[in-house]
Nanobody, 121 residues
Framework: QVQLVESGGGLVQPGGSLRLSCAAS????????MGWYRQAPGKQRELVAH???????NYANSVKGRFTISRDNAKNTVYLQMNSLKPEDTAVYYC???????????????WGQGTQVTVSS
């Protein structure tokens, strides 16, 4: 069982920055690909960025060059640094541990509870 707890959301003006953190419980954090998703009102949840266990990253086109995902396996934490924020970045941001088969063992996926990010003047 893995629990994910996000923090760092809040209200920020356009052009500002926020850093989201997602702290994971358990000892198997390092094997998971971790992702940040977001869901705006009336819209489907969408992938923002993910980072593999080896550190490879992938970003949605809408956030490339502005957001950076990183992880610290020693702290069981994944981060999302968000710069040059726009009103359209307003959403609930969710941390996700993606299900994986590792050495013949299945590890299910998990979601955090979400943290609100509001970009407004």
């Amino acid at each position: 069982q893995v629990q994910l707890v996000e923090s760092g959301g809040g209200l920020v003006q356009p052009g500002g920055s926020l850093r989201l953190s997602c702290a994971a419980s358990g000892s198997i954090f390092s094997i998971y690909t971790m992702g940040w998703y977001r869901q705006a009102p009336g819209k489907q949840r969408e992938l923002v960025a993910h980072i593999t266990s080896s550190g490879r990253t992938n970003y949605a086109n809408s956030v490339k060059g502005r957001f950076t995902i990183s992880r610290d396996n020693a702290k069981n934490t994944v981060y999302l640094q968000m710069n040059s924020l726009k009103p359209e970045d307003t959403a609930v941001y969710y941390c996700h541990a993606e299900e994986i088969w590792n050495s013949g063992t299945y590890y299910p996926g998990y979601w955090g509870q979400g943290t609100q990010v509001t970009v407004s003047s």
